[in-house]
């Protein structure tokens, strides 16, 4: 009986050595993977690694991560030098094919979403120079913008200073974002001396999005825009 319970015991120990050692060599690996985004261009700020999935020491072995979560909450994206927050990121990886020290790493596929706030949204969206003829009779300050809020499902609302501008759908086509159906109110439309209360469409790309990940699709929410994005083959280090 004493030698059944010493076993027992040593094997206790040992098992709690070893997930002990997991447990710090995933530590170890998940700073430097996030380093070696960071240092890749992938993403603006170092984000938050957590590698998925037991023991860690078998999936190193074999090279291949099954499960990465990252995430950030400082990250930026935008066209051109307009920048913008994106707000909430993070993304699920599934297959992480890594190096011997993690200077590459190629992902099967990838999802993830983030957040665009109105206020940020509509610095993406041209000023009201640009959007309406003759903008300048209706007595708004240079580089005014839209003001955008939440218009229901698939739609968002608009404002140029106190005339509203109605609502529009918001969808993409790859990284491209486009916002089309806004319509003048016929006092601004009066006051500003055009006939046609139509805005163009409105369109901007997207790029720097974060972990190589490309943009799926966007889904106007109270808060703000929702954007989800995925990626296959994807080149997240090196």
């Known amino acids: 009986m004493r030698g059944w319970l010493k076993a027992t015991i040593g094997l206790v120990v040992l098992s709690g050595v070893l997930v002990g ?11 430097e993977a996030a380093e070696q985004i960071l ?14 999935g037991f023991p860690f020491l ?22 051109g030098k307009d920048k913008v927050a994106l707000h909430s990121f993070s993304a699920k990886l599934s ?36 959007l309406v003829p003759n903008a300048g009779r209706l007595s708004l300050g ?17 404002s140029l200073g106190p005339f509203p501008v109605g609502e529009a759908s918001v969808h993409n086509q790859g990284n491209t974002v486009t916002v089309d159906g806004f319509r003048m109110s016929a006092m601004a439309s009066l006051l500003a001396g055009v006939s046609d209360q139509s805005l163009k469409p409105i369109s901007f790309t997207l790029s720097e999005l974060p972990a190589g990940l490309n943009l799926a699709s966007v889904t106007p929410q109270e808060d703000g825009l929702r954007l989800a994005f995925d990626g296959k083959d994807v080149k997240l280090i090196g």
């Open 21 to 31: 050692a997991d447990r710090i060599a995933v530590g170890v690996a998940e700073d």
């Open 39 to 52: 240092k890749s261009g992938r993403m603006s700020q170092k984000p938050h690694v957590s590698i998925e």
């Open 58 to 79: 078998t999936q190193v072995v074999s090279q291949k991560l099954d499960d990465v979560r990252i995430s950030s909450d400082g990250l930026t994206v935008g066209e």
């Open 95 to 130: 297959g992480v094919e890594v190096s011997d020290n993690m200077s590459s790493a190629t992902v099967d596929s990838g999802s993830g979403s983030g957040l665009i706030d109105y206020t940020d949204l509509s610095r993406l969206l041209p000023p009201a120079s640009e």
């Open 142 to 158: 240079a580089g005014t913008r839209l003001s955008l809020s939440y218009g229901g499902p698939g739609k968002i609302k608009a």
